[in-house]
């Protein structure tokens, strides 16, 4: 793997090209050393991951109780946000087909797949460390 993520982007345009797919996160695929994402997916701490053992030697999820579990369960804290990924783009690809004729080349600007807007700065993206 060099971090090309030719993978997933194939099995993401055959998988989730439909409409309404295009939040679908699909086949993230990480070269490490490195944060991966959601940022810092692996802190136990941040997203209460894994297991508490009890002084009787018992486990529970580090998440909490069935109870904080079902309170939480359409609306749950601890899960990332969309600034925990980052937020999903693709370029005006058009535009350098339609783009008239002159003397500097046309240039694919970054839009976001959320807001169709034109993005001024792209922020964040998978193995951006």
């Not at 579990?69 to 601890?78: G, H, M």
């Not at 807007?117 to 964040?124: Q, T």
């Amino acid at each position: 793997c060099i971090g090309c993520h030719t993978c997933p982007v194939t099995c993401k345009n055959v998988w989730t090209s439909r409409e309404g797919m295009e939040y679908a996160w699909f086949n993230n695929v990480e070269t490490k050393p490195g944060i991966g994402y959601p940022k810092e997916w692996e802190n136990q701490e941040t997203w209460k991951g894994g297991w508490v053992r009890n002084k009787d030697g018992s486990i529970n999820p580090k998440i909490g109780g069935k109870f904080r579990v079902l309170a939480n369960i359409f609306s749950n804290p601890d899960l990332p946000s969309i600034d925990d990924y980052y937020e999903p783009f693709d370029f005006d690809y058009q535009h350098l087909h339609n783009a008239p004729l002159g003397n500097h080349q046309p240039v694919a600007r970054p839009r976001s797949v959320i807001s169709g807007k034109r993005m001024e700065k792209i922020e964040w993206g998978p193995n951006w460390e």
